[in-house]
Every structure is written in structure tokens, then in C-alpha cells.
């Protein structure tokens, strides 16, 4: 068996052109969406997400903008940075970028964001309210990209057995909280493993649709899989390779080549997850948008 590809590149244009739709209307009733991106510090692969994020959100139609603060910053300067957002009508949306410099508190941040603006999904209102099932909460974007992924690709998640490896609050207790509710792209049977998880393939061998969020590459290989299974590799580690221009090249956690032999869906990485983590940043924020209008007609 050769697993069909899940094109994340597809899908996440797909998302982004109906933000786009959604900009336009928003903007005949006299309100361009806003995001804000925080990024603080000089981290290199943060500086490229914010990039990308601004980037895009600017195409779809909204005002993206970046603060960008010193690496010094201290959290109550950082603070006063989140108050002012939460107080600015234009400002829909506001992302904290994470790792922050180590002497600020991540959590404290991420709970002085209004909830209404926290696009990422990450103040325990909108993790409480993802969990409750209460539709007007945000959803990280990632565990949100992967429900549309197999939605899109006509997975039906009712009933199955879905083993997620990772239980980190971006990516792996999300996931769960989004496959485990009623309805349509949940009502699925969930299993998290993480790193205390003795047998892995024990688990993985009798899933229906494994979702790997590890950070370590070949996590996943051919033989720890059902027949059959759906693979969705969360996973983005930077590993060697001298035959790259670079020197290195972007690989998942799960190893792709024995995984497609024996799963019937396959992301591939990139080209998979990584796609649709900023298309749902940008469906939060217009969401948000929506939201702050009284009485408006809420899309979803
Ligand atoms: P974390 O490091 O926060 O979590 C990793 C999880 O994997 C932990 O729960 C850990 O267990 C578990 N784990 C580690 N080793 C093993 C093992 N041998 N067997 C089973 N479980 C194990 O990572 P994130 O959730 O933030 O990210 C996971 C991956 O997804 C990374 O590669 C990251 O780059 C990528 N990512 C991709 C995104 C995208 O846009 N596509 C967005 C976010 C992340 P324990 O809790 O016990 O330590």
C-alpha cells in the first residue's frame, strides 16, 4: 500500500482564501481585522514564524502588525505592552510568540491576554471552553489544523481509535480535548502517550489515526502501525544532511518512508501540519473580529 498524501499546502490555501472572503465583508462594514505578534528577543526561528505570520495576515487582508521588544525586556514591561493591546479596538487579535527570555513567566503573559483576543488558544478560558465543548472559545491553532486536515480529507474520526503521542499544552491535551468531543471531527476514542509510556507500538499498532507530536524524529516507524492507520506527523526536527545547500533539512517524527507503506493517509512534513498551524491563526483572528461586532453573524 502507498498512503495518499494529505496536502497541508492545499488545505491551509483553502483556509486562507475564505479568510480573505471573510476580511472582505468585515471590511465593507468598516472593520479590518487585527493581529499582533509580540516577539521578544533575538531567537532565529521565532523571528521566521513572526515573519510568516505578518506576512500573511497582511494578504488575507488584515493589519498585521509586529512589536517587536528586546531581549532584556522585563515582564512587567511586557505586560504593560499586553494591557495596552487589550485595551486597543483596532487590535482583534494579540500573540505572545513563544520561548520567551527566561525571565519572564510564560504563563503569567499568557493570562493577562484578554480572552476574546487570544488567537493562540492558550488562557486557560479558551482551555477551558475547547474542553467544555463552548464553540465562542479559540482553539489552538495547531490541534484545530489537524481536525481540519482529517475533516478535509474525509476522515471520520467518530467512533475510532486515535493514539496521540505528546502531551504538551500546545499540542498533545488540545488535540484530545478537540477528538474526544460530540459531534462532527470528534466523537473519536483517544489515547495520549508521552515519554513515561512504556510499549509505544503497543499503543500505536491498534490505532485508527495516530498523531505524533514528539520532536524526535523516527518516533513512528512502518512497523508500529495498523493497516490501514491514518499518520498525521506533527512533528518539525532539523536534522543533517550534506546532500542539502544547507546542510540540513526538515523532517517529522515519524520516518515517512516505512509509515506510507503500511498507513492509508500520510502528512508529509513539510507540507503537512506546519501549513495550517497560521491559516488557523488568521480564522481565530477573524473570528475575533466578528466577535467584537454586536449582533455579528459568527462563521465559525
Ligand atoms: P513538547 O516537547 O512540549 O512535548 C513533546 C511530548 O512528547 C511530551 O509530552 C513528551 O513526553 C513526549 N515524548 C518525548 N519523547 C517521547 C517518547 N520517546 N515516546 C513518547 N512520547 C515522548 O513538544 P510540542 O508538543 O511543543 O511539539 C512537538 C513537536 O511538534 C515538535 O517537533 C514541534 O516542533 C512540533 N510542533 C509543530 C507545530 C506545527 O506548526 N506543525 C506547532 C507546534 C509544535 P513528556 O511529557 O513525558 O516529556
Known amino acids: ?29 468598516g472593520v479590518v481585522p487585527g493581529l499582533t505578534v509580540v516577539l521578544v528577543g533575538d531567537d532565529a526561528a521565532s523571528a521566521v514564524y513572526v515573519r510568516n ?43 505572545v510568540q513563544m520561548p520567551l527570555p527566561k525571565q519572564i513567566d510564560p504563563q503569567t503573559v499568557i493570562r493577562r491576554l484578554a480572552p476574546h483576543k487570544d488567537v493562540d488558544g492558550f488562557h486557560p478560558v479558551n482551555v477551558g471552553k475547547v474542553l467544555i465543548g ?58 495520549i502517550c508521552h515519554s513515561r509510556t512504556p510499549d509505544l507500538s503497543w499503543h500505536t499498532k491498534r490505532a485508527d489515526i495516530v498523531i505524533a507530536a514528539v520532536g524526535r524524529p523516527g518516533t513512528v516507524t512502518g512497523d508500529m502501525l495498523k493497516p490501514g492507520a491514518v499518520v498525521i506527523d506533527v512533528g518539525i526536527n532539523r536534522i543533517a544532511d550534506p546532500t542539502t545547500k544547507s546542510g540540513a533539512r526538515l523532517v517529522g517524527d515519524v520516518d515517512f518512508e516505512s509509515a506510507r507503506l503500511t498507513a ?34 459568527v462563521a465559525g
Open 134 to 191: 463552548e464553540k465562542d472559545g479559540f482553539a489552538p491553532c495547531t490541534p484545530a489544523g489537524v481536525q481540519m486536515l482529517l475533516q478535509e480529507y474525509g476522515v471520520d474520526t467518530g467512533g475510532k481509535h486515535v493514539v496521540i503521542i505528546g502531551r504538551s499544552n500546545i499540542v498533545g491535551k488540545p488535540m484530545a480535548s478537540l477528538l474526544i468531543q460530540p459531534g462532527k471531527g470528534g466523537d473519536a476514542t483517544v489515547t
Open 53 to 95: 505570520k505578518e506576512k500573511q495576515s497582511v494578504e488575507a487582508g488584515m493589519k498585521g502588525e509586529t512589536i517587536r521588544l528586546p531581549a532584556s525586556t522585563s515582564q512587567e514591561e511586557l505586560l504593560a505592552v499586553v494591557d495596552r493591546l487589550n485595551a486597543d479596538p483596532a487590535v482583534h487579535g494579540i500573540l
Open 1 to 29: 500500500m502507498h498512503a495518499e498524501l494529505i496536502d497541508g499546502v492545499a488545505v491551509s490555501k483553502k483556509i486562507r482564501d475564505e479568510v480573505a472572503a471573510r476580511c472582505a465583508a468585515l471590511a465593507a462594514r
Open 264 to 297: 492509508s493517509k500520510i502528512t508529509p512534513v513539510p507540507g503537512g501540519v506546519g501549513q495550517m498551524t497560521i491559516a488557523l491563526l488568521l480564522r481565530n483572528t477573524v473570528r475575533a473580529a466578528e466577535q467584537s461586532i454586536p449582533a455579528a453573524t
